[in-house]
């Protein structure tokens, strides 16, 4: 059964500062999709990785894929206050698309 | 295009009550999931179907019933709903190897 960590859940942390997410999984799957969600709201498509050595990068944020580690990262640049969100990753297995528990981000002005 | 639309936007049931989620999307996707998400919590999946006619159990299938009668509508059934289905429901659909879109999400409360 496919597992999807994230770590870690909760983070405070600065404007200005860098930091990254970091997502586990446990099969061999080369799928992995980044979404934000708002509060209250639903969820926003970030980035698709499909292969490994995938890096995608939009703005202060910058997703990567190492399928043999089989770990993604999430990395922001220079956090500003509109970054706070909730982050998920996501992997698909044959199809079926598991999410981790998500990553809560809040960024102190 | 309208995306991905679900049908309520909230809902209170009793325990004991049946009801139907709908989920329709006008995008041609084959792939259609539906999620649950418990407050502060991630998305757990429930069920999926990767084209009309054919569906699979996700994570958490149990209590649940779906049907994929057509590409556009991917319905999930409650039945008997008990406190614990108490949660917001989400659909999203795919194609390929690309994004999922998701809806906006029914809110349910079972009490």
């Known amino acids: 059964e496919l597992k999807v960590e994230q770590n870690p859940l909760f983070l405070s942390m600065q404007e200005g500062k860098n930091y990254t997410i970091y997502c586990n999984y446990s099969?061999?799957?080369?799928?992995l999709y980044w979404y934000r969600q708002d509060p209250g709201k639903s969820l926003e498509s970030l980035f698709v990785l499909l292969s490994n050595g995938a890096v995608k990068q939009e703005g202060r944020l910058m997703a990567s894929l190492d399928t043999k580690a089989r770990l993604s990262t999430l990395h922001i640049t220079a956090a500003v206050h509109d970054l706070s969100a909730t982050y998920f990753c996501?992997?698909?297995?044959?199809?079926?698309?598991?999410f981790g528990k998500g990553t809560r981000l809040h960024i102190l002005p | 295009n309208a995306g991905v639309t679900q049908t309520p936007k909230f809902r209170i049931l009793k325990i004991g009550q049946s009801m139907t989620l709908q989920c329709a999307q006008d995008?041609?996707?084959?792939?259609m999931y539906w999620y649950r998400q418990d407050p502060g919590m991630g998305l757990k999946l429930i069920y999926y179907s990767v084209g009309a006619g054919i569906t699979d159990k996700g994570e958490v299938p149990n209590g649940y019933n779906v049907s994929r009668s057509t590409t556009e509508d991917f319905p999930l059934r409650l039945e008997l709903a008990a406190p614990s289905q108490t949660s917001v429901y989400f659909c999203a659909s795919k194609t390929g190897f690309y994004t999922q879109y998701f809806g906006p999400g029914t809110r349910l409360t079972v009490l």
């Open positions: 099969t061999t799957s080369d799928r």
């Open positions: 996501a992997v698909d297995d044959d199809d079926k698309i598991i």
């Open positions: 995008m041609n996707h084959n792939y």
